[in-house]
T-cell receptor
Framework: QQQVKQSPQSLIVQKGGISIINCAYE??????FPWYQQFPGKGPALLIA?????SEKKEGRFTISFNKSAKQFSLHIMDSQPGDSATYFC??????????????FGQGTTLQVKP | ETGVTQSPTHLIKTRGQQVTLRCSSQSGHNTVSWYQQALGQGPQFIFQ???????GRGNFPPRFSGLQFPNYSSELNVNALELDDSALYLC???????????FGPGTRLTVL
């Protein structure tokens, strides 16, 4: 019940294309769903996050779509650029009083954007 | 760049040794969480410290221990190192207001 499953494992997209990464979770108590971007040799950096009271959140070229009934959420990167080439992790946690907010991460997706 | 710093950047130890990793949290953050990231994997939660007390632990053995100091900086200690402990160790700090976790650059530990 603690798992977060992420797909695909790797993704190659042409510059200007749309990158789509999907995640599915099992624990319905999760109430916070962030996406992190990680470059080689660096720590994960928060990209965008969503809570289950909304179905979509957009920040610049990055959009999270959230489907509570299907227990799935996805990251869409519009107009993908070579600088977006990195590993992306979805995560889920349970926040609020009495909870640690520990993040359960997916396995990661390595994105390569070709010029 | 977050305000979370970690030291050292890299570390090489031999099996059976002990190691201490350090983390300084972002200003205003009183909660520090530690994660282990094996090569090609997502980070795995080790434990969290809040106001100098352990506040939750993942599936790691007792030889993984930690401390948090009054200035909210933290240490991760690993005793009796095993080859499988080779990984990137990440700390993340968060504030009581948002709960969003901000990661440091990590410490790369290699156990030979």
């Amino acid at each position: 019940q603690q798992q977060v499953k992420q797909s695909p494992q790797s993704l190659i997209v042409q510059k200007g294309g749309i990158s789509i990464i999907n995640c599915a979770y099992e624990n319905t108590a999760f109430d916070y769903f962030p996406w992190y971007q990680q470059f080689p040799g660096k720590g994960p950096a928060l990209l965008i996050a969503i809570r289950p009271d909304v179905s979509e959140k957009k920040e610049g070229r990055f959009t999270i779509s959230f489907n509570k009934s299907a227990k799935q959420f996805s990251l869409h990167i519009m107009d993908s650029q070579p600088g977006d080439s990195a590993t992306y992790f979805c995560a889920a946690s349970r926040e609020g009083s009495g909870n640690t907010g520990k993040l359960i991460f997916g396995q990661g997706t390595t994105l390569q954007v070709k010029p | 760049e977050t305000g979370v710093t970690q030291s050292p950047t890299h570390l090489i130890k031999t099996r059976g040794q002990q190691v201490t990793l350090r983390c300084s949290s972002q200003s205003g953050h009183n909660t520090v969480s530690w994660y282990q990231q094996a090569l090609g994997q997502g980070p795995q939660f080790i434990f969290q410290y809040y106001r100098e007390e352990e506040n939750g632990r993942g599936n790691f053995p007792p030889r993984f221990s930690g401390l948090q100091f009054p200035n909210y900086s933290s240490e991760l200690n690993v005793n009796a190192l095993e080859l499988d402990d080779s990984a990137l160790y990440l700390c993340a700090s968060s504030s009581p207001l948002s709960g969003t976790q901000y990661f440091g650059p990590g410490t790369r530990l290699t156990v030979l």
